[in-house]
């Protein structure tokens, strides 16, 4: 039955901030997330997306240099998720580094220098997101058209997207042999086919062959 306000100066004291620094502190926190108004509200009375936005303030207050986060957009509606994506980056250009842990593979994109891939408790990808992207290139395809574009061999994955096919293609499988394939199909017809840079959850799914909703990533993003 803690209240908002006093619940956050505690957690920051908790982590050795002098309760009057805290205090100071949190007033423009507060506001920056639009929960002033809400400060001397019970915690369980706030609505999903106003105690994750709490959850955030109490990992930022005391300023610590490693920010450790897990699945920090959870119950965000989009202007808040652009806000809270605002103050990382913020933190980041202060030079403080960030682990996240998510499911949300666009997100690891987007905020993350920095990649650990786990699929069933195991690594299966290391290293930055560059890299990776760079060391995957051609294994992702993109086509329009008309036809039968379903079961090809080496294609792991189909996604369209606007109009066009996206697809994720096995280690080892060369894009001409999809091209070929498509070449004789009865009742196709090609309009646009090209290779495309492949997003972090169609590199997900070509090491480990199932949706990326089974594995998670963390990022780190560092100055």
């Known amino acids: ?24 502190r949190l007033g ?13 509200k ?18 930022l207050l005391h300023e610590p240099d490693l920010i450790v ?10 202007v808040n998720t652009r806000l809270v994506k605002q103050v990382f980056a913020e933190q980041r250009e202060a030079g403080k580094a960030i682990i996240m842990s998510t499911h949300q593979m666009h997100q690891v994109e ?38 039968d574009f379903s079961e090809l061999p080496g294609v792991l994955e189909t996604r369209k997207h606007n109009g066009a096919y996206h697809m994720a293609l096995a280690v080892g499988t060369d894009p001409q042999q999809v091209l070929q394939q498509l070449a004789v199909r009865q009742g196709t017809r090609l309009e646009r086919f090209e ?16 949706k990326v909703g089974n594995g998670e990533a963390e990022g780190v993003n560092h100055a």
């Open 195 to 210: 290779l495309a840079e492949p997003s972090l959850e169609d590199i997900f799914v070509n090491v480990v062959g199932h």
């Open 110 to 147: 987007e905020l993350c220098n920095r990649i650990v891939l786990i699929d069933a408790g195991r690594t299966v990808l290391y290293g930055a997101v560059n890299e990776i992207k760079r060391n995957f290139a051609g294994n992702a395809i993109v086509l329009e058209g008309q036809g």
């Open 42 to 59: 019970k915690v369980k009375e706030l609505s999903k997306g106003m105690q994750q936005k709490a959850q955030i303030i109490a990992t």
């Open 1 to 24: 039955d803690q209240k908002l306000e006093p619940t956050l100066v505690y957690l920051a004291t908790l982590k050795g901030l002098d309760e009057k620094v805290a205090r100071s």
């Open 28 to 40: 423009g926190w507060l506001e920056r997330f639009d929960l002033a108004e809400h400060r001397h």
């Open 69 to 78: 986060i897990d699945e920090p957009f959870s119950g965000l509606d989009p």
